[in-house]
Nanobody, 121 residues
Framework: QVQLVESGGGLVQPGGSLRLSCAASRSIFSINAMGWYRQAPGKERELVAAFASGGITNYGDSVKGRFTISRDNAKNAVYLQMNSLKPEDTAVYYC???????????????WGQGTQVTVSS
């Protein structure tokens, strides 16, 4: 089990930058699947950026070249650097991980509570 706590959201003008942080309650050294999703009002939750097995990082098409995901295993943290922000980036951003429950041999999804990002002039 793990708890995820996001921080760093806020109001920013178009073209600005924000850095989101996700703090995990346990070591993430052995966890491959960690990332960020977002959900705008009236829309489905969508992938923003995520780590996958094999060192692969995946980005949503709309954020490629503008957002960068990173992690610091020593701090049990994952970050999302967001540059060149646009009004359409406005959403609640959620930290996510998926961990194998060895008792049942099933993967369990964990989500943070979310942090609001608003891009507006």
């Amino acid at each position: 089990q793990v708890q995820l706590v996001e921080s760093g959201g806020g109001l920013v003008q178009p073209g600005g930058s924000l850095r989101l942080s996700c703090a995990a309650s346990r070591s993430i050294f052995s966890i491959n699947a960690m990332g960020w999703y977002r959900q705008a009002p009236g829309k489905e939750r969508e992938l923003v950026a995520a780590f996958a097995s094999g060192g692969i990082t995946n980005y949503g098409d709309s954020v490629k070249g503008r957002f960068t995901i990173s992690r610091d295993n020593a701090k049990n943290a994952v970050y999302l650097q967001m540059n060149s922000l646009k009004p359409e980036d406005t959403a609640v951003y959620y930290c996510h991980t998926r961990i194998l429950d060895r008792a049942t041999m099933t993967h369990i999804n964990y989500w943070g509570q979310g942090t609001q990002v608003t891009v507006s002039s």
